[in-house]
Protein backbone atom coordinates (compact mmCIF):
# COMPACT_ATOMS: atom_id res chain seq x y z
CA UNK A 1 0.00 0.00 0.00
CA UNK A 2 1.56 3.32 -0.85
CA UNK A 3 1.24 5.50 2.57
CA UNK A 4 2.92 8.08 4.64
CA UNK A 5 2.94 7.33 8.54
CA UNK A 6 4.56 10.36 10.76
CA UNK A 7 5.61 9.64 14.22
CA UNK A 8 7.74 11.84 16.38
CA UNK A 9 5.24 14.22 17.66
CA UNK A 10 4.66 15.13 21.30
CA UNK A 11 5.15 17.80 24.18
CA UNK A 12 8.41 19.76 24.44
CA UNK A 13 9.60 23.16 26.38
CA UNK A 14 10.58 26.16 24.47
CA UNK A 15 13.71 26.29 23.16
CA UNK A 16 14.10 22.47 23.07
CA UNK A 17 14.38 20.04 19.68
CA UNK A 18 12.14 17.29 18.75
CA UNK A 19 12.64 14.75 15.10
CA UNK A 20 9.60 13.58 13.52
CA UNK A 21 10.09 11.18 10.79
CA UNK A 22 7.84 10.09 8.19
CA UNK A 23 7.93 6.19 7.27
CA UNK A 24 6.79 5.67 2.99
CA UNK A 25 5.53 2.59 1.99
CA UNK A 26 4.90 1.60 -1.30
CA UNK A 27 7.23 3.92 -3.17
CA UNK A 28 10.40 5.53 -3.21
CA UNK A 29 11.11 8.96 -1.22
CA UNK A 30 14.17 9.51 -3.15
CA UNK A 31 12.75 9.61 -6.20
CA UNK A 32 10.50 12.34 -5.56
CA UNK A 33 9.83 15.87 -3.89
CA UNK A 34 8.91 15.48 -0.22
CA UNK A 35 7.65 18.79 1.68
CA UNK A 36 6.41 19.12 5.41
CA UNK A 37 3.35 21.34 5.98
CA UNK A 38 1.80 22.00 9.50
CA UNK A 39 -1.26 23.15 10.67
CA UNK A 40 -1.92 25.14 14.24
CA UNK A 41 -5.07 24.43 16.05
CA UNK A 42 -7.46 25.97 14.47
CA UNK A 43 -5.80 27.49 11.47
CA UNK A 44 -4.72 27.30 7.98
CA UNK A 45 -2.17 25.46 6.32
CA UNK A 46 1.13 26.43 6.52
CA UNK A 47 4.44 25.11 4.03
CA UNK A 48 7.65 24.53 6.14
CA UNK A 49 10.37 22.98 3.93
CA UNK A 50 11.05 20.64 1.27
CA UNK A 51 13.72 18.46 0.00
CA UNK A 52 14.15 17.70 -3.85
CA UNK A 53 15.01 14.38 -5.15
CA UNK A 54 18.16 12.96 -5.57
CA UNK A 55 18.36 13.50 -9.52
CA UNK A 56 18.13 17.08 -7.81
CA UNK A 57 21.12 17.02 -5.69
CA UNK A 58 18.54 16.68 -2.64
CA UNK A 59 18.58 20.03 -2.06
CA UNK A 60 16.47 22.00 0.45
CA UNK A 61 14.16 24.59 1.06
CA UNK A 62 12.63 26.59 3.84
CA UNK A 63 9.84 28.84 5.02
CA UNK A 64 11.23 31.75 6.60
CA UNK A 65 9.56 30.87 10.03
CA UNK A 66 11.43 27.84 10.44
CA UNK A 67 15.21 28.67 8.26
CA UNK A 68 18.09 27.94 10.16
CA UNK A 69 15.98 25.62 13.32
CA UNK A 70 14.48 22.82 11.03
CA UNK A 71 15.97 20.41 9.09
CA UNK A 72 14.42 18.37 6.38
CA UNK A 73 16.62 14.85 5.60
CA UNK A 74 15.65 11.87 4.35
CA UNK A 75 17.24 8.24 4.62
CA UNK A 76 17.26 6.37 1.32
CA UNK A 77 18.34 3.10 3.16
CA UNK A 78 15.12 3.18 4.75
CA UNK A 79 12.59 5.25 3.15
CA UNK A 80 12.04 7.66 6.13
CA UNK A 81 11.85 11.65 5.72
CA UNK A 82 12.29 13.37 8.97
CA UNK A 83 12.07 17.24 10.23
CA UNK A 84 14.75 17.83 12.74
CA UNK A 85 13.35 20.86 15.16
CA UNK A 86 15.67 22.86 16.54
CA UNK A 87 14.99 25.70 19.39
CA UNK A 88 11.36 25.33 19.44
CA UNK A 89 9.09 28.33 20.18
CA UNK A 90 5.29 28.43 20.70
CA UNK A 91 4.45 29.07 17.90
CA UNK A 92 5.62 26.01 16.41
CA UNK A 93 2.49 24.11 18.16
CA UNK A 94 0.80 22.56 15.69
CA UNK A 95 -0.14 19.18 13.44
CA UNK A 96 3.03 18.52 10.55
CA UNK A 97 2.31 16.19 7.95
CA UNK A 98 4.96 14.87 4.97
CA UNK A 99 3.77 15.16 2.01
CA UNK A 100 4.39 13.46 -1.54
CA UNK A 101 4.92 16.13 -4.31
CA UNK A 102 3.87 15.36 -7.49
CA UNK A 103 5.96 17.63 -10.07
CA UNK A 104 3.14 18.09 -12.89
CA UNK A 105 3.30 19.92 -16.51
CA UNK A 106 6.14 22.14 -16.89
CA UNK A 107 6.16 24.25 -13.51
CA UNK A 108 3.42 23.11 -11.34
CA UNK A 109 3.02 20.34 -8.17
CA UNK A 110 0.39 18.82 -6.74
CA UNK A 111 0.40 17.33 -3.07
CA UNK A 112 -0.79 13.77 -4.15
CA UNK A 113 0.00 11.75 -1.02
CA UNK A 114 -0.18 12.97 2.51
CA UNK A 115 0.90 11.28 5.71
CA UNK A 116 -1.88 11.61 8.77
CA UNK A 117 0.11 14.06 10.68
CA UNK A 118 1.35 14.18 14.19
CA UNK A 119 1.00 16.40 16.86
CA UNK A 120 3.90 18.96 18.06
CA UNK A 121 2.92 21.19 21.12
CA UNK A 122 5.81 23.34 22.22
CA UNK A 123 4.79 24.37 25.79
CA UNK A 124 6.09 25.32 29.42
CA UNK B 1 6.02 36.10 -0.24
CA UNK B 2 3.44 35.91 -2.46
CA UNK B 3 -0.12 36.55 -0.65
CA UNK B 4 -2.85 34.51 -1.34
CA UNK B 5 -6.09 35.83 -0.66
CA UNK B 6 -9.15 33.56 -0.57
CA UNK B 7 -13.23 34.49 -0.27
CA UNK B 8 -15.28 34.35 1.27
CA UNK B 9 -13.82 33.03 4.57
CA UNK B 10 -17.17 30.81 5.00
CA UNK B 11 -20.19 30.32 3.10
CA UNK B 12 -23.70 28.36 3.85
CA UNK B 13 -25.10 26.54 0.87
CA UNK B 14 -26.96 23.64 0.31
CA UNK B 15 -26.52 20.70 -1.34
CA UNK B 16 -27.16 20.97 -4.97
CA UNK B 17 -26.18 24.67 -5.34
CA UNK B 18 -23.18 26.00 -7.19
CA UNK B 19 -20.69 27.33 -5.13
CA UNK B 20 -17.61 29.18 -6.22
CA UNK B 21 -14.13 30.10 -4.17
CA UNK B 22 -12.08 32.95 -5.27
CA UNK B 23 -8.21 33.36 -4.78
CA UNK B 24 -6.21 35.75 -5.69
CA UNK B 25 -2.33 36.30 -5.58
CA UNK B 26 -0.49 39.35 -4.85
CA UNK B 27 1.41 38.87 -7.92
CA UNK B 28 0.72 36.30 -11.13
CA UNK B 29 1.91 33.21 -10.60
CA UNK B 30 1.24 32.11 -14.10
CA UNK B 31 -1.47 28.85 -13.48
CA UNK B 32 1.01 27.26 -10.54
CA UNK B 33 -2.12 26.74 -8.54
CA UNK B 34 -3.84 23.98 -6.74
CA UNK B 35 -7.18 23.27 -4.67
CA UNK B 36 -7.38 21.18 -1.45
CA UNK B 37 -10.43 20.36 0.37
CA UNK B 38 -9.66 19.40 4.28
CA UNK B 39 -12.45 17.72 6.57
CA UNK B 40 -12.34 17.96 10.33
CA UNK B 41 -9.49 15.62 11.86
CA UNK B 42 -8.43 14.27 8.54
CA UNK B 43 -5.38 15.73 6.30
CA UNK B 44 -6.25 17.84 2.95
CA UNK B 45 -6.65 16.13 -0.64
CA UNK B 46 -5.90 17.74 -3.87
CA UNK B 47 -8.63 18.09 -5.98
CA UNK B 48 -7.27 20.26 -8.45
CA UNK B 49 -3.53 21.45 -9.95
CA UNK B 50 -2.15 23.53 -12.42
CA UNK B 51 -5.13 25.93 -11.63
CA UNK B 52 -7.47 23.91 -13.84
CA UNK B 53 -6.32 20.28 -13.97
CA UNK B 54 -8.50 17.54 -11.95
CA UNK B 55 -7.06 15.19 -10.10
CA UNK B 56 -7.34 11.80 -11.11
CA UNK B 57 -10.33 10.46 -8.92
CA UNK B 58 -12.39 13.83 -8.12
CA UNK B 59 -15.50 14.06 -9.17
CA UNK B 60 -16.12 16.11 -12.02
CA UNK B 61 -18.48 18.37 -10.26
CA UNK B 62 -15.45 20.11 -9.06
CA UNK B 63 -13.14 22.13 -11.32
CA UNK B 64 -10.70 24.80 -11.54
CA UNK B 65 -10.37 28.09 -13.49
CA UNK B 66 -8.08 30.70 -13.98
CA UNK B 67 -4.22 32.22 -14.55
CA UNK B 68 -1.67 35.05 -13.49
CA UNK B 69 -3.65 36.49 -10.28
CA UNK B 70 -7.22 35.01 -10.29
CA UNK B 71 -8.31 31.55 -9.83
CA UNK B 72 -11.29 30.27 -8.80
CA UNK B 73 -12.97 26.70 -7.96
CA UNK B 74 -16.20 25.60 -8.89
CA UNK B 75 -18.30 23.17 -7.32
CA UNK B 76 -21.03 22.45 -10.10
CA UNK B 77 -23.50 20.60 -7.44
CA UNK B 78 -22.97 20.84 -3.94
CA UNK B 79 -23.12 17.07 -2.32
CA UNK B 80 -23.13 16.15 1.09
CA UNK B 81 -19.42 14.80 1.38
CA UNK B 82 -18.63 18.18 -0.02
CA UNK B 83 -18.72 20.42 3.13
CA UNK B 84 -15.23 21.18 4.47
CA UNK B 85 -12.61 23.54 3.86
CA UNK B 86 -10.98 24.36 1.08
CA UNK B 87 -7.52 26.12 0.30
CA UNK B 88 -5.56 27.05 -2.62
CA UNK B 89 -1.70 26.51 -2.88
CA UNK B 90 0.11 28.57 -4.63
CA UNK B 91 3.74 27.12 -6.01
CA UNK B 92 5.36 29.57 -8.30
CA UNK B 93 7.78 30.41 -5.97
CA UNK B 94 9.12 29.85 -2.43
CA UNK B 95 7.83 30.00 0.07
CA UNK B 96 4.82 28.39 -0.85
CA UNK B 97 1.86 29.89 0.55
CA UNK B 98 -1.86 28.52 1.07
CA UNK B 99 -4.61 30.92 1.31
CA UNK B 100 -6.23 31.30 4.65
CA UNK B 101 -9.41 28.48 3.62
CA UNK B 102 -12.99 28.67 2.81
CA UNK B 103 -15.37 27.18 5.15
CA UNK B 104 -18.17 25.59 3.56
CA UNK B 105 -21.25 24.65 5.52
CA UNK B 106 -24.70 22.91 5.18
CA UNK B 107 -27.36 25.80 5.25
Known amino acids: EVQLVESGGGLVQPGGSLRLSCAASGFTLSDNYMDWVRQAPGKGLEWVGRIRKKANSDTTEYAASVKGRFTVSRDDSTNFLYLQMNSLKTEDTAVYYC???????????????WGQGTMVTVSS | AIQMTQSPSSLSASVGDRVTITCRASQGIRNDLGWYQQKPGKAPKVLIYAASSLQSGVPSRFSGSGSGTDFILTISSLQPEDFATYYC?????????FGQGTKVEIK
Open chain 1, 99 to 113: VRTQLVGATSIAYDL
Open chain 2, 89 to 97: LQDYNYPLT
